[in-house]
């Protein structure tokens, strides 16, 4: 497991732990479905609890609804993938399996042997049983690359460090990490980081869900076209595909400025 997240994040000696989660300790205290325990088995290498933040340094957030006792940091090795397309949808089942079982806020690394990508996810107390949690949002990065760092990743590392984080609670210092992959996200789109007020990553973070939105409304006309519509079907729908393109570059510009 690479010592670089660590690197990143910055924490104080008393946060770090780096050990090594088994998958029994998954298997024995979850009851994981047949494609999580075969993602578990075939798709996982390593798994690594590097860091705990607690209370005890930074005061904690607790109300009816939502627990920040603790934060968590955790690492997860897959096994070799050949593009960051594949660990891309990979890490996208990993996160989802292990937000899903971890009851504590959680930062969450995955990576294989070249890239990473970076997760958290808010959490709600489930009203039938108060030990579990109900995944309300979940951010993630870009895929990221572990052999080299750009002026945007340098950008994103910078705002992870435990120096730049909002310490007022558990809960602003989770919320430091999850604007810093909002402004990750929105780097990869504008060229450029840029580290902004909390009101202002709620608006970058609905531009980018608008942005999801609509490429996936383009990647479904595109489909349509394709099948070989009538001539004027397709000229409505190019148009339709134009007009979101549109938007999407209009999005954009709000995110850079």
């Known amino acids: 497991m690479s010592p670089h997240f660590l690197d990143i994040l910055q924490l ?65 090795e897959l096994r070799t993938t050949s593009t960051s397309e594949r660990l891309d949808q990979v890490g996208e089942k990993v996160v989802a399996m292990v937000q899903k079982y971890v009851p504590y806020p959680l930062l969450l690394f995955v990576q294989d042997s070249e890239n990473y990508l970076v997760n958290a ?29 750009d002026a945007n990743a340098k950008g994103f590392f910078n705002a992870l460090a435990f120096a730049q984080l909002d310490k007022t609670d558990l809960r602003t210092l989770y919320g430091s990490y999850m604007q810093a992959i909002v402004q990750c996200r929105a780097a990869a789109l504008t060229g450029t980081f840029g580290k902004r007020t909390r009101a202002r990553s709620t608006s970058d973070l609905e531009a980018l869900q608008r942005i999801d939105a609509l490429e996936a409304e383009i990647h479904a006309l595109k489909a349509k076209v394709k099948k070989g519509q009538a001539l004027r079907e397709q000229v409505d729908l190019n148009m339709a595909i134009q007009e979101k393109r549109a938007v999407v570059e209009n999005l954009k510009q709000k995110l850079a400025g």
């Open 12 to 76: 104080p000696e008393h946060c770090i732990l780096q050990k090594r989660l088994t998958k029994a300790f998954f298997l024995k205290h979850f009851t994981l479905s047949v494609a999580e325990k075969k993602l578990l088995n075939e798709g996982i290498e390593h798994m690594e609890w590097l860091a705990s933040i607690k209370a005890a340094s930074i005061p904690a957030y607790v109300t009816d609804t939502h627990s920040y006792e603790e934060v968590q940091v955790f690492a997860v």
């Open 121 to 149: 996810s808010i959490k709600r107390i489930n009203l039938n049983d108060a030990s579990k949690r109900t995944i309300e949002a979940s951010l993630r990065t870009p895929v990221l690359s572990l052999l080299y760092a």
